[in-house]
Antibody, heavy 112, light 108 residues
């Protein structure tokens, strides 16, 4: 079965940084593009960033461009999101997703 | 960027009644359209993909239709567990997905 497990969320001060991870299993990780999607409290789903199977193509939403960096380690079946210069507007549950499969999410709270 | 627009924002329905949710894309996505269900505190759950194919374990009362830019999710007879928020998602390019703003189905 496809499994995606996020980790790395937490409470961080404005201007701070975090590195989110997503551990994938149950499929050939390098064969699939991966996405990060976030959901602010009480809001809808927002696509954040994508990376192709061998990292040839990378895309970001305008709202995070220049602050977030997506990466992957196919040897470790892992996806990452480095998030820098955090503001309160980045407070959200961050989901790792592979086409039609979703993880359970990790909560990032930005507050002083 | 493909913009997805859902209507209505909120749908008030009595248990046992039919619910019809709409989703429109700003440009054609063929049938690269999924419907997701989300309950409070939970991750989104896949209901429909390919515009009309039910995901594993999804009850037959859920059906999807449409292609191009207009799509519909129909719940034939609402059960108590169906009251939730529903999102449409286009995946014309799996690296550039986008979502509608959601339709909340609430008890009338």
């Amino acid at each position: 079965d496809v499994q995606l497990v996020e980790s790395g969320g937490g409470l961080v001060k404005p201007g701070g940084s975090l590195r989110l991870s997503c551990a994938a299993s149950g499929f050939t990780f390098s064969s699939y593009g991966m996405n990060w999607v976030r959901q602010a409290p009480g809001k809808g789903l927002e696509w954040v960033s994508s990376i192709s199977g061998i990292s040839s193509y990378i895309y970001y939403a305008d709202s995070v461009k220049g602050r977030f960096t997506i990466s992957r380690d196919n040897a470790k079946n892992s996806l990452y999101l480095q998030i820098n210069s955090l503001t309160a507007e980045d407070t959200a549950v961050y989901y790792c997703a592979r086409d039609l499969y979703w993880g359970q999410g990790t909560l990032v709270t930005v507050s002083s | 960027e493909i913009v997805m627009t859902q209507s209505p924002a909120t749908l008030s329905v009595s248990p046992g009644e039919r619910a019809t949710l709409s989703c429109r894309a700003s440009q054609s996505v063929s049938t690269n359209l999924a419907w997701l269900q989300q309950k409070p505190g939970q991750a989104p759950r896949l209901l429909i993909y390919g515009a009309s194919t039910r995901a594993t374990g999804v009850p037959a009362r859920f059906s999807g239709s449409g292609s191009g830019i207009e799509f519909t999710l129909t719940i034939s007879s609402l059960q108590s567990e169906d009251f939730a928020v529903y999102y449409c998602q286009q995946y014309n390019n799996w690296l550039r997905v986008s979502f509608g703003q959601g339709t909340k189905v609430e008890i009338k």
